[in-house]
């Protein structure tokens, strides 16, 4: 029997349980299990659970479904455990270094408790010094094992349930176990505390625990808050059997807490709000203890208010509460941009329910998954009006029959204010609001092996030019729905860019046409592109160096034709940092950096060499070889940040040098046996969604406003036909 059972839940927080996990592994104490609690086998964190089970044997994963909710998570993990102790660990907190040891070391002080007390870091998500809330409480605890009443304030109130390890048989003994529903820590623990006879505490913290940038779930707006009063009711039933002492403590905690809810503007729907007040009066006079006295000050006013049933005073209170933080909010803000006098105006006006704003790379063109989209809903939404936004010297470029406006033109603005729908694989300009009812659709534009988002600012050289990670999280929040096309995506952008909108595991429309794509489309391409008949189109599309001040092909493109063989031509595709808006040949270089379509290019090309560019997670919907020029990885990984290691797991062949480069091309690996045994890898882990019907996924979705179980499935991986190359290469 283990010495602990460590029971993780990870609903909703797939993009940081890899973290958790490795947070107990490491640990210097090994005696424990390791239990995540994954919402069903197809899910996001049922991938991290079950990589770290194949590396670890302590690692026994189980699921609960979503609608059991927290505590069914918890029970479900409970059940599962043989340890002697047990302890819950958020999927977003970690396990501090040497917190196991500290646990075995304490318990061996005490002896067998029912419970161990411990304090824990409440660390802000972005900045600001860690804080240590439950330590006042806990300093004030006797020295070894104690029965509660020699420390009444502890009524199990105040710590939530991962503050804490169980005796697990004194859990089973007493049949305590999470009651459903939101708040069931509070129920959960004032049980523990009323059941337990032998309690121990170690005020030092042992968990980490990080602060949501959305906040605790639990404090949003919403019907839920009413869940509070029927776990402060369950907890209130148990006072019969406590001191005096310990009765008074768990009565003025429960009504804190009921109070700092009732008394919030915002957190309690205002229809029903006086439904919730009236009930907490009627629990107040119910479970009063004899004697009880009202507290002092403000807080002594609400209690009064609360006794006597004063609905009409207490809402009085609460709207001068509310006056003084909506003046705060009227006071003048600075912003990144000023809002044009006509954009307040059109702000005044309705939202247009059948208008739709496009902009894809900050106004570059007619591209990427918002034309993607774009294109989908003129077939199936046509009564949805469509504009498409770009920079004036891109104009051009929008074919004749898509609607466009210019960025910063007075239609620009308009609208933007009225538009129902907005999506963008960037983000819309710093001074465009987020009015109630619209919706916006951020697509990506790529999956990320490179550090994104708040992710980036330990890494100083990208910190730098990435201007302010505050304004990007404001940005952030105007999001309702963001685009992910694999599992790898949906939990980085779960960490990069933490927000409240809704992860669409569509795929990438972009990426539709690698499967709709004919062989007659790809020949016509090849040959707008100038790539001779019978040729071998080498795709060459090295990624930004933050580091450098222009762009370097850090390789001779000529040079390598020559080793490569004589039907071998380059397609030369720059980052789209330096575009130009020129394309030229020399020789047997095609230098097609500004092709408007990144997508057309790959289908011309039979093969792909890039170094880090996301470009390879597109191409792989291909099928077709990949070779990674890694010349400078070790670098490019300590500047910029990496969230896998590509060598370890590479598409194809790497090469580190441009002699080794040529050599992968002249003896064919580029094309063989075990090029194809990688690339398939691969695309097992990041094609995962992208099938073809990406667009359509998020027009019934988005603009139709289907349920999700009416969205098409995505198609199996091995059942997809991706679209032919110009010659003839053997797939997978």
């Known amino acids: 029997?283990?010495?602990?059972?460590?029971?993780?839940?990870?609903?909703?927080?797939?993009?940081?349980?890899?973290?958790?996990?490795?947070?107990?592994?490491?640990?210097?104490?090994?005696?424990?299990?390791?239990?995540?609690?994954?919402?069903?086998?197809?899910?996001?964190?049922?991938?991290?659970?079950?990589?770290?089970?194949?590396?670890?044997?302590?690692?026994?994963?189980?699921h609960s479904p979503p609608s059991a909710g927290l505590a069914g998570a918890r029970d479900t993990g409970t059940r599962a455990a043989t340890g002697a102790y047990?302890?819950?660990?958020?999927?977003?907190?970690?396990?501090?270094?040497?917190?196991?040891?500290?646990?075995?070391?304490?318990?061996?002080?005490?002896?067998?408790?029912?419970?161990?007390?411990?304090?824990?870091?409440?660390?802000?998500?972005?900045?600001?010094?860690?804080?240590?809330?439950?330590?006042?409480?806990?300093?004030?605890?006797?020295?070894?094992?104690?029965?509660?009443?020699?420390?009444?304030?502890?009524?199990?109130?105040?710590?939530?349930?991962?503050?804490?390890?169980?005796?697990?048989?004194?859990?089973?003994?007493?049949?305590?176990?999470?009651?459903?529903?939101?708040?069931?820590?509070?129920?959960?623990?004032?049980?523990?505390?009323?059941?337990?006879?032998?309690?121990?505490?170690?005020p030092d913290p042992v968990v980490r625990h990080h602060v949501r940038r959305q906040g605790n779930r639990l404090s949003l707006p919403g019907e839920h808050h009413a869940e509070?009063?029927?776990?402060?009711?369950?907890?209130?039933?148990?006072?019969?059997?406590?001191?005096?002492?310990?009765?008074?403590?768990?009565?003025?905690?429960?009504?804190?807490?009921?109070?700092?809810?009732?008394?919030?503007?915002?957190?309690?729907?205002?229809?029903?709000?006086?439904?919730?007040?009236?009930?907490?009066?009627?629990?107040?006079?119910r479970h009063r203890p004899a004697g009880h006295r009202t507290p002092g000050g403000s807080l002594g006013v609400q209690h009064r208010l609360l006794a006597t049933g004063t609905y009409t005073a207490f809402r009085v209170l609460r709207g001068a509460n509310q006056t003084a933080a909506k003046a705060l909010e009227?006071?003048?803000?600075?912003?990144?941009?000023?809002?044009?006098?006509?954009?307040?105006?059109?702000?005044?006006?309705?939202?247009?329910?059948?208008?739709?704003?496009?902009?894809?790379?900050?106004?570059?063109?007619?591209?990427?998954?918002?034309a993607a989209i774009h294109a989908k809903a003129r077939e199936l939404a046509p009564h949805i009006r469509s504009v498409f936004l770009v920079e004036p010297d891109q104009a051009h470029t929008v074919p004749k029959d898509v609607d466009h406006a210019v960025i910063g033109s007075r239609r620009y603005w308009d609208v933007l204010a009225r538009a129902k729908y907005l999506v963008n694989?960037?983000?819309?300009?710093?001074?465009?609001?987020?009015?109630?009812?619209?919706?916006?659709?951020?697509?990506?534009?790529?999956?990320?092996?490179?550090?994104?988002?708040?992710?980036?600012?330990?890494?100083?050289?990208?910190?730098?030019?990435?201007g302010s990670f505050a304004k990007l999280l404001g940005r952030v929040d105007r999001w309702d729905y963001n685009l992910s096309s694999n599992r790898h995506s949906t939990q980085m952008w779960e960490r990069a860019f933490p927000g409240s909108y809704e992860q669409l595991e569509y795929g990438y429309p972009r990426n539709d046409v690698y499967y709709t794509a004919t062989a007659a489309d790809v020949a016509r391409i090849r040959a707008e592109l100038g790539v001779p008949e019978g040729a071998t189109a080498v795709l060459y599309a090295p990624t930004h160096r933050d580091w450098h001040t222009g762009f370097e092909t850090g390789l001779d493109l000529e040079a390598f034709c020559e080793a490569a063989g004589e039907d071998v031509v380059v397609l030369l595709r720059a980052h789209y940092f330096y575009d130009r808006g020129r394309s030229q040949a020399s020789g047997r270089i095609i230098d097609v950096t500004s092709h408007r379509s990144s997508e057309d290019v790959c289908l011309a090309a039979d093969a792909l060499v890039t170094d880090y560019s996301s470009i390879m997670f597109d191409y792989a919907n291909l099928d077709r070889p990949i070779v990674v020029y890694a010349d400078d990885w070790d670098v490019y990984r300590e500047t910029r940040g990496v969230y896998f290691d590509l060598m370890a797991a590479p598409p194809g062949p790497v090469a580190h040098s441009p002699e080794e480069l040529a050599r992968v091309f002249r003896d064919g690996s580029w094309a063989g046996e075990e090029s194809r045994a990688l690339r398939a890898a691969f695309r097992e882990r990041f094609c995962e969604f992208d099938d073809g019907r990406a667009a359509e996924r998020v027009v019934r979705r988005v603009f139709l406003g289907e349920p999700p179980e009416a969205i098409p499935p995505v198609i199996p991986l091995a059942e997809r036909i991706p679209a032919p190359a110009a010659t003839t290469l053997v797939r997978n």
């Not at 304090?119 to 330590?135: D, F, L, R, S």
């Not at 109630?436 to 999956?447: A, C, K, L, Y």
């Not at 708040?454 to 100083?460: F, G, L, N, R």
């Open 1 to 62: 029997m283990p010495r602990f059972s460590i029971i993780v839940p990870s609903h909703g927080v797939a993009g940081r349980l890899a973290q958790a996990l490795d947070s107990v592994l490491t640990q210097s104490f090994g005696d424990f299990e390791l239990i995540p609690v994954c919402d069903g086998p197809d899910s996001a964190a049922a991938g991290v659970a079950a990589a770290h089970a194949e590396r670890d044997s302590r690692v026994a994963p189980v």
């Open 86 to 202: 047990l302890l819950f660990l958020d999927g977003d907190d970690l396990l501090l270094p040497g917190a196991l040891t500290a646990l075995d070391a304490r318990l061996g002080e005490t002896g067998d408790v029912d419970v161990l007390l411990f304090g824990y870091e409440k660390t802000p998500w972005w900045e600001g010094e860690p804080t240590q809330p439950a330590k006042p409480l806990l300093d004030r605890t006797p020295a070894g094992a104690f029965h509660p009443d020699r420390a009444p304030q502890l009524t199990g109130v105040l710590l939530p349930a991962w503050a804490a390890a169980y005796r697990r048989t004194f859990l089973a003994e007493h049949g305590i176990a999470f009651p459903a529903g939101h708040f069931t820590d509070l129920a959960f623990g004032a049980e523990v505390m009323a059941r337990a006879e032998r309690v121990a505490v170690r």
């Open 228 to 285: 509070l009063l029927d776990q402060a009711e369950r907890a209130l039933a148990l006072a019969p059997e406590l001191s005096a002492q310990r009765a008074h403590a768990l009565f003025d905690q429960l009504f804190a807490t009921v109070l700092k809810t009732a008394g919030h503007p915002r957190r309690v729907p205002a229809h029903g709000r006086r439904a919730f007040f009236r009930r907490a009066s009627r629990l107040y006079r």
């Open 330 to 370: 009227r006071l003048p803000r600075p912003r990144g941009l000023r809002t044009r006098v006509m954009y307040r105006r059109r702000l005044r006006r309705p939202l247009d329910p059948n208008l739709a704003v496009y902009c894809a790379y900050w106004g570059r063109g007619y591209a990427c998954s918002p």
């Open 425 to 466: 694989n960037a983000n819309f300009a710093e001074g465009v609001v987020k009015r109630p009812g619209s919706v916006h659709v951020q697509t990506q534009h790529g999956t990320p092996l490179k550090k994104m988002g708040v992710d980036q600012s330990t890494y100083p050289v990208v910190a730098a030019q990435s």
